[in-house]
């Protein structure tokens, strides 16, 4: 019995649409990260790009528990001194509702190379319609407990 692990070239990609209406970011986020990295395929290999390419659309309608829309804080830094900026989740919806899916899958995808190349296959749309029908992607269904 011999392991097999996937080649960087040889892996066919997919594409999947998630519809994060009514659904919980993180919950969304997990199974987007999931299917980037390829973890859902048995060839899954930590080193290579083996995910496939996911589309989330209604990114503008998905949930929070709790108070966290008003305490949830989205941090960056200019740069220079004293350049430390933030803003509330709820602003951040009101004004690119994307952004939010974006930093939350991102957040679970590797700090290197790899992570950089597997954020690029994700594509998130505040509304339901995209741009990448030509693809003929697949319906991802969310399997909720």
Known sequence: MTTQFAKAGETERKWYVIDAEGIALGRVATEAARLLRGKHKPIYTPNVDAGDFVI?????KVILTGHKAEQKLYRWHSGYPGGLKSMTYKKLMAQRP???????????????????????KLKVYSGETHPHQAQKPETWVMKLK
């Open 56 to 60: 989330v659309v209604n990114a503008a």
């Open 98 to 120: 994307q952004r939010a899916m974006e930093h939350a899958v991102k957040g679970m995808l590797p700090r290197n190379k790899l992570g950089a190349a597997l954020y690029r």
